[in-house]
């Protein structure tokens, strides 16, 4: 058998049961790889199934308002693929006439939509014989080929990877080394004795396995200091919605960039338009780790008369519906706790 014929062998008797297996509409097969892009896949199934409850079809994704798109995302991080997925979905139903692109090129047309999810979506949904390079699928074929160039993108790996394709189940074949990747070819503990094609592989036949695929050194997380505060004006909480950027469209409190001392901060936020602010009691420490970036927050209760028009004032139970970033769950939950 060749290369492709054993892992789809082994696919067919292996497969992982996953919600949006056996999927043939473009939709949900590009709504779960959306999802699945920088999160775990039994952290997707759940938002995978609320989301298709809400917004069954394109057309529900594209009517409804980013903030419910936002606040349906709520903990699953990386929140610019909300964005996307919002707009993406309002392309197809109002410039495609409600149908996606038919192809991988098309498909990279929407936002949002890279390399990666468009030969995914194209090769499942649509039978395209295109690679869909995951960091599973570059770390089985990073380990098969022994492949010695350091790896920046999976996508280095695209012309080995073309020549290995099953021509006739392109969309099995990327989910079978999806899976090999997640459940045998694992990281730091691959489990070769397995592996349906270990004596294809040179780094297992080499002893080697652990050091490939080569990937650049790491980069240092950047970090960042923040001054978090619980902000009213009356019996009211001061919230403001973020612009584009990290985080864009999510709500957020009053924050002050670095860590100061209370005469400090009500300098800050004087200047920031904030009239006759009071600090009212220290809260907990948080931290939050992104891909790049550690915020590290300490917090803060205050008070004031007025408040800069980027801020809205709101009860306990208007925050409920609206979109917060992970990054600010302890904050959040002190409102929460202290409302109860």
Not at 84 to 96: F, G, Q, S
Not at 125 to 132: I, Q, S
Not at 211 to 231: G, H, I, N, S
């Amino acid at each position: 058998m060749s290369f492709s014929e054993e892992i789809l062998s082994w696919y067919d008797a292996n497969k992982r049961d996953l919600p949006w297996r056996g999927e043939r509409d473009p939709y949900r097969i590009w709504l779960s790889e959306i999802m699945l892009q920088q999160t775990q896949t039994e952290t997707v199934k759940g938002y995978y199934a609320r989301f298709l409850a809400r917004f069954p079809t394109v057309a529900d994704l594209a009517a409804a308002e980013e903030a419910q798109v936002l606040k349906l995302w709520e903990g699953l991080g990386y929140y610019s693929r909300a964005r996307n997925l919002h707009a993406a979905a309002r392309k197809v139903a109002h410039e495609c006439g409600g149908v996606f692109p038919t192809d991988a090129a098309g498909l990279r047309a929407l936002p949002g939509v890279g390399p990666y999810a468009a030969n995914a979506i194209a090769s499942i949904a649509y039978g395209e014989p295109v690679p869909a390079l995951d960091g599973n699928q570059a770390r089985v074929l990073g380990r098969v080929l022994a492949w010695e160039p350091e790896l920046k993108t999976p996508f280095d790996l695209l012309k080995p990877a073309q020549s290995l394709i099953s021509k006739d189940r392109p969309g099995d074949y990327n989910q079978a080394l999806m899976d090999l990747g997640a459940t045998l070819c694992l990281p730091k503990a691959p489990r070769c004795g397995l592996c349906p094609v270990a004596e294809r592989c040179r780094a297992f036949r080499e002893d080697a396995a652990l050091d490939f695929p080569r990937k650049p050194a790491p980069v240092a997380k950047k970090e960042q200091d923040w001054t978090v505060l619980l902000m009213t004006c009356g019996d009211k909480l001061l919230v403001r919605r973020r612009p584009k950027g990290l985080l864009g469209g999510l709500y957020e409190f009053c924050a002050v960039e670095g860590w100061h001392d209370t005469e400090a901060v009500i300098a800050i936020l004087e200047d920031m338009g904030f009239k006759n602010p009071v600090i009212l009691e220290a809260l907990p420490d948080a931290r939050h780790v992104f891909t790049h970036l550690v915020w590290r927050m300490r917090g803060l209760r205050a008070a004031c008369d007025a408040f800069p028009d980027a801020y809205t004032a709101v009860t306990p139970e208007q925050l409920d519906p609206l979109p917060f970033p992970s990054a600010l769950r302890t904050y959040r939950g002190l409102v929460t706790r202290k409302q109860s």
